[in-house]
Nanobody, 122 residues
């Protein structure tokens, strides 16, 4: 089993630049990919960004490309999501996701964190 714990987030003004972190523990040797998803009220959970555990490939959803940056902090088994130029539509619960392959669909994810709320005020 893999445990994922998110941190960061909170209430942010539009244009702000918070940083989320996802700390992985347990059987991380089986992880190939870690991603971030988000879920706004009344909407389905959607893919935001992802990175291979080796850090050699990154993926972004269209709405965040150029504003968000995902990175791997290898020494501490952490994946960070730097969010820049936040907009009110970025509001939602952000979840860290881990899997043995690259995934963009929430229904296929093996491991989930508990989520962290990001609220962007205009």
């Amino acid at each position: 089993q893999v445990q994922l714990v998110e941190s960061g987030g909170g209430l942010v003004q539009a244009g702000g630049s918070p940083r989320l972190s996802c700390a992985a523990s347990g059987r991380t040797g089986g992880l190939y990919y870690v991603g971030w998803f988000r879920q706004a009220p009344g909407r389905e959970r959607e893919f935001v960004a992802g990175i291979t555990w080796r850090g050699d490939l990154t993926l972004y959803a269209g709405p965040v490309k150029g504003r968000f940056a995902i990175s791997r902090v290898g020494a501490v088994n952490t994946v960070a999501l730097q969010m820049n130029s936040l907009k009110p539509e970025d509001t939602g619960v952000y979840y860290c996701a881990g899997d043995r392959t690259i995934i963009r669909q929430a229904s296929m994810v093996d491991y989930w964190g508990q989520g962290t709320q990001v609220s962007v005020s205009s």
